[in-house]
């Protein structure tokens, strides 16, 4: 039983009359003859009574008649609902990000996706970089947006912005040198954070030993980390869009190393079918402007 063969007969049934139907829904005479005698021969069961040279509904048909019916709305409503998801009008966006992705970043750009496709609603999940690919890996998140690096050949990775790190701290310094990087006391992100991977890759860059630094305190957000430093713990590297304000308001000051651009970076399955939704938020994103970097 085919929809097509429910449109012809609901069309039949209509107009008690074969010709009149076929020209209906676009067919030739004999072919909605043949769906119909189809469906008869099918189930083994007459839908019509042939009177003469007209047509009536037999009992069975007229049951039959109000489910075909009831198909065929469910059937419109179907396609409807995937026409539209195809014209994001309807869908539901699952993503995961980052700390200072998903709290600093990500909100403007998905207020200005939502200003764009009020209907698509979206929710996001936090994880460290290491999480964030994981979810999307097991395809809990459609799109995952990260710090760090990802070497994982099922997800596809590519450069969706950038961010400047600064080292920042309770007392302001006239010059930082390895020596006073491997004396100093520093709060650091877990492991498996980005901006802890990308604290420990500047500081080999320097050849010294991520290992072998004074890390006084180990906590698992930037707000956290943020807190210790201004309480004087120690040191840290954190995200200009994360310490921005306090730079600012002079309650910490921003020490002058100079830190090469980090990337924030996008991530999906490679073999899963990325919606129109996903396809939309990342030319917003493309769209926006680039945040302003701080200057020391």
């Given amino acids: 039983m085919t929809l097509e063969q429910l ?24 072919a909605a003859s043949a769906a119909i005698a189809t469906l008869e021969a099918r189930h083994a069961i007459k839908l019509f009574h ?18 075909a019916r009831a198909v065929l709305t469910r059937a419109a409503e179907a396609e409807l609902a995937l026409g539209e998801y195809a014209g994001l009008k309807r869908g539901h966006l699952r993503l995961v990000a980052s700390q200072t992705i998903a709290a600093y970043w990500l909100p403007e750009r998905l207020a200005a996706f939502h200003r764009r496709y009020p209907e698509i609603e979206l929710s996001v999940a936090i994880a460290n970089t290491e999480g964030a690919a994981r979810s999307v890996r097991d395809g809990e998140a459609e799109l995952g947006f990260i ?18 790190m600064l080292l920042v701290s309770s007392t302001p310094a006239e010059a930082i040198t390895n020596a ?38 180990t906590l698992p957000s930037n707000e ?55 396809d939309a938020l990342l030319d917003t994103i493309k769209s926006f402007d680039a945040q302003p970097d701080w200057v020391i």
Avoid: C
């Fill in 224 to 278: 956290a980390v943020l807190a210790a430093v201004r309480a004087g713990v120690g040191s840290a590297m954190l995200s200009q869009l994360v310490v921005t304000p306090l730079l600012e308001a002079r309650a910490l000051f921003a020490l002058p190393l100079a830190l090469p651009p980090r990337p924030f970076h996008g991530l999906r399955q490679k073999e899963r079918y990325r919606s129109k939704a996903a």
């Fill in 50 to 67: 042939r009177v003469g040279r007209g047509i009536e509904l037999t009992d069975a048909g007229r049951f039959f008649l109000g489910e």
């Fill in 180 to 217: 006073w990087l491997a004396a100093a006391p520093w709060v650091m992100r877990e492991p498996g954070s980005g901006t802890r991977s990308t604290f420990e890759a500047a500081i080999l860059d320097r050849g010294l030993d991520p290992h072998m630094l004074n890390v006084v305190l």
């Fill in 7 to 30: 449109r012809i007969f609901v069309a039949v049934a209509e107009r008690e009359h074969m010709t009149r139907a076929a020209d209906a829904v676009g067919v030739t005479q004999s």
């Fill in 147 to 164: 710090e760090g690096a990802v070497d994982d050949p099922s997800l596809a990775y590519w450069k969706v912005g950038e961010d400047r």
